[in-house]
């Protein structure tokens, strides 16, 4: 039930941001601010492959957390662990919460809470007594 309604706010988010972005170009040529080349470079750079590559990687990560969070409310899972992806592309907005131990209150969720691009991710953070205790076969 969660999935399709976060799929269907995104998808309209896309085509928002789309529609918004083609047209304040197309306003700006009518107006004569801009000739035809400039209004073809703006349409073209509104599905340049950069934007593609933020936007998927962005999406992949708020959809892991939307999924995160569902799993954590339902096992009753209190605290989460921060994780970067520990590479050297990791930004100074994630490097210090790397390893970090948050109530699942407090939490950042990234993306929404750190940034676009982001590729962290929250871990339960299980007590030491409830993870050494064997699985019943």
Do not use: K
Not at 25 to 34: D, M, N, P, R
Not at 48 to 58: C, F, G, K, S, W
Not at 79 to 95: A, E, G, K, Q
Not at 120 to 134: D, N, T, Y
């Amino acid at each position: 039930e969660l999935l399709p309604g976060y799929v269907s706010a995104w998808e309209a988010e896309v085509i928002a941001t789309s529609q918004t972005r083609i047209g304040q170009a197309v306003a700006e040529y009518e107006a004569g601010a801009i000739g035809l080349d400039d209004l073809l470079a703006r349409v073209d750079g509104v599905f340049d492959p950069e934007r593609a590559e933020l936007m998927a990687t962005t999406e992949t990560t708020r959809l892991y957390d939307v999924i995160g969070q569902v799993i954590n409310d339902n096992a009753g899972v209190e605290m989460v662990r921060y994780l970067t992806v520990r590479d050297p592309w990791v930004c100074p907005i994630c490097s210090p919460m790397d390893n970090e131990v948050f109530t699942l209150d407090d939490a950042p969720h990234p993306p929404e809470d750190t940034h676009p691009n982001c590729r962290c991710f929250l871990a339960p953070e299980v007590p030491e007594a409830v993870s050494r205790e064997p699985v019943a076969a």
